[in-house]
């Protein structure tokens, strides 16, 4: 079977020279009767009320065509149009690779670090669009997405009507579907069924926790390895429903989380506890704020370093009491200051999707580095690690 080779140490990036963008829209039903300002400050959050006031007042923001204040009302069929400078991060320069073309449909190996499609600030360092651009395929439609960090296998129709009859199979739970992940601690033994409902706390940040009124999942988990030595496991995930990040969600619950999860995997978030077993929705409501009211000090940072009058900040060295001055680089057409590239560790996660098989077809990648030589010699003979059969009961939360 084709596959390719998931490599940590990618010591290159695939980087974008930055470019001029008109990102244009009808007004969604959300912002009719609100204020152009505030749209842009809810909606938007990679920029600053500042920033957007100075684009709407200098005709960068267009509503039909024309120049408006910021505090115009937007209305029904009204279209939004923003001239930016964008400037897209960058990502693993590894290839996204067709691993088979049949029937209708290309089966695709994923790089960890690379959305699968355009949103925020990614759009040529998409799989969508370097297929596109690359290797000449036009018509695209994914009937699988993964998360960006994320790695493997994805399936991409070639018309609307082979993805319909993919998401039909999808929907009926006629393709079985097979992930790896390392988590943290010793995993029970066995198998392990996860039932927790799910629900989004917050569509802006991409943000899920078990609750009581969530929507039904299912995942079903299998210890493969457990290495006490860096106390962590190998597991094979099972996602019998396809939830926006129900494995790492029923993973955290459970309190095994992947690894290197920068979202599902961080006490300064989550507490000491780490989401596991669940929050209160009083707690999920003080998390959700205090993660909106980072971002939006991330942006006031940003924007104070852009209109500072210093051309390098300067931070004391308690070392040897000297100071150190670090140089700012700015963008001489937005005025923001250039994010420093992603550290390696900090493009990858600990979750690969490894295998989709129907009753007449399977597909699978290549495995990661991480997880070959576990999942390899497992599935050659049984298990070590096969132990009981746990299903987790169905939510039991306290909300009081």
């Known amino acids: 079977m084709d596959s390719i080779h998931h490599g940590m140490m990618c010591l290159d990036l695939r980087k974008i020279k930055p470019y001029f963008f008109k990102y244009q829209t009808y007004a969604k039903g959300r912002w009719l009767g609100r204020k152009l300002i505030d749209v842009f400050n809810t909606e938007f959050r990679d920029r600053d009320n500042t920033f957007y006031e100075r684009a709407i007042k200098d005709g960068r923001v267009k509503i039909n065509g024309e120049t ?96 319909r009859e993919f998401e039909k199979m999808m929907q009926k739970c006629e393709i079985k579907k097979e992930y790896v992940c390392k988590v943290k601690g010793e995993f029970p033994s066995g198998v392990t069924e996860c039932h927790q409902p799910i629900h989004v706390a917050s569509f802006k940040l991409t943000l899920n926790t078990v609750q009581p009124d969530g929507k039904a999942c299912s995942t ?39 690894t290197n999860d920068p979202l599902y995997h961080n006490t300064e978030i989550w507490g000491a ?64 200051p250039s994010r420093a ?19 007449d077809w399977s597909f699978e990648t290549e495995l990661p580095d991480w997880a070959r030589e576990t999942v390899l010699a497992c599935t050659a003979a049984p298990s070590a690690d096969q132990g009981t059969h746990t299903i987790v009961p169905e939510p039991s939360i306290s909300r009081s």
């Open 341 to 359: 590239d992603p550290e390696p560790e900090k493009r990858i996660m600990y979750l690969h999707a490894w295998r989709y098989q129907a009753k």
């Open 220 to 258: 079903i988990f299998e210890r493969l390895r457990y290495d006490p030595e860096s106390n962590t496991s190998i597991v094979l995930a099972r996602p019998v429903t396809g939830r926006t990040h129900q494995i790492r969600v029923h993973l955290q619950w459970l309190g095994y989380p992947i």
């Open 273 to 336: 506890c780490n989401g596991q077993g669940g929050i209160t929705m009083e707690a999920e409501e003080e998390l959700v704020n205090k993660l909106l009211a980072q971002t939006e000090a991330e942006d006031e940072l940003d924007h104070a370093l852009a209109t500072s009058s210093l051309s390098s900040t300067e931070t004391a060295d308690a070392g040897n009491g000297g100071s150190e001055h670090q140089k700012a680089e700015f963008c001489s057409i937005c005025q923001l």
């Open 68 to 163: 408006v204040d910021k505090d115009y009302i937007i209305k029904n069929s009204d279209i939004v149009a923003h001239d930016i400078h964008r400037h897209e991060p960058p990502v693993a320069n590894l290839p996204v690779k067709v691993v088979r073309n049949v029937d209708g449909v290309i089966i695709v190996d994923k790089p960890s670090s690379i959305p699968v499609h355009p949103s925020g600030r990614y759009r040529h360092n998409t799989v969508l669009h370097i297929l596109s651009t690359e290797q000449g395929y036009k018509e695209l439609f994914p009937v699988n997405r993964l998360d960006r960090l994320t790695s493997g296998l994805m399936i991409i129709a070639l018309s609307v009507k082979k993805a």
